[in-house]
């Protein structure tokens, strides 16, 4: 199916890609252009809004959809390590100090009840987004990510978009068979990096050496093939429905005006 990633906490571009070629589910069958602007939606209410109950609704409807689409929970927890690590570095800084009632103290920083809720719709809102971004990912044809990219960036960004996706594979590979080497000859990551890291140094940097050796042999055969700076996928991409179009329609207009007037969840409030 997949080589495997070097690491359980990086998102696997092989089983992204397996997932988006063999899925038969209906989140699969969802019309590209409608999941791109549900993200787009998904990603202005996580922005917009100020209920941490709005955003941990978001969350759970992101989940819902995950699994509804036959994705493995078990390697979404994983990746979703590093941007939770990410957010709370941040919150280190910035949860102290908030206004609301003390809850803990260390000397003069002082932990509130608003800090927590700060964290978590932090927290919330990129779980949220990273969530929906893999089912995107994982639910949706190469060849239709790749048209959408043509479409939507202006040239020469959609080439460097659609060349730096497939020359990640190749990267991953390298780094995962060098890894691979140094187990079976007892070695460890963290422990040889740790004893002997000049040495360690120069196995990574002559890695990345390999693989822009190899992504320039990749485009000079591009080359001989006729590329001229310009990858067109021939393949066309479905168009959404009007049904499709106008469901699209009404959830911006719903969000738009829930901003506008101040419903409940996008006021000046956290909670």
Not at 11 to 35: M, Q, S, Y
Not at 150 to 166: A, E, G, H, K, T
Request: hydrophobic share 50%; net charge positive; proline share 6%.
């Amino acid at each position: 199916m997949h080589r495997g990633s070097f690491s359980g906490h990086i998102p696997d571009p092989h089983l992204i890609t397996f997932h988006a070629e063999r899925g038969g589910t209906f989140v699969h069958r969802i019309d590209p252009w409608v999941k791109a602007a549900a993200l787009a939606w998904l990603v202005l209410l996580v922005t917009l809004a100020r209920s941490t109950w709005l955003l941990l609704s978001a969350y759970a409807l992101t989940i819902i959809v995950y699994r509804a689409a036959g994705l493995p929970l078990r390697e979404l927890a994983r990746w979703s390590t590093v941007p939770a690590l990410f957010v709370l570095s941040l919150l280190l800084i910035l949860v102290w100090g908030e206004p609301g009632r003390p809850l803990l103290g260390f000397g003069g920083l002082v932990l509130t009840d608003g800090g927590l809720l700060l964290a978590l719709s932090l927290l919330f809102r990129a779980l949220t987004t990273v969530t929906f971004t893999l089912t995107l990912l994982m639910t949706t044809r190469y060849s239709h990510l790749a048209r959408m990219a043509s479409i939507l960036l202006p040239n020469p960004i959609d080439q460097v978009c659609l060349l730096s996706y497939r020359f990640l594979l190749t990267t991953t590979d390298m780094i995962g068979d060098l890894l691979v080497a140094l187990r079976s000859r007892g070695g460890g990551l963290a422990r040889g990096i740790a004893t002997r890291s000049r040495l360690f140094a120069a196995i990574f940097g002559l890695s990345f050496i390999r693989a822009y050796d190899r992504a320039e042999r990749v485009g000079r055969a591009m080359e001989a093939r006729g590329y001229r700076g310009r990858l067109t996928p021939l393949e066309p991409i479905p168009r959404p429905g009007p049904v499709e179009t106008f469901a699209v329609g009404i959830a911006f207009l719903g969000l738009f005006m829930a901003v506008l007037t101040g419903q409940p969840g996008f006021g000046g409030g956290a909670a």
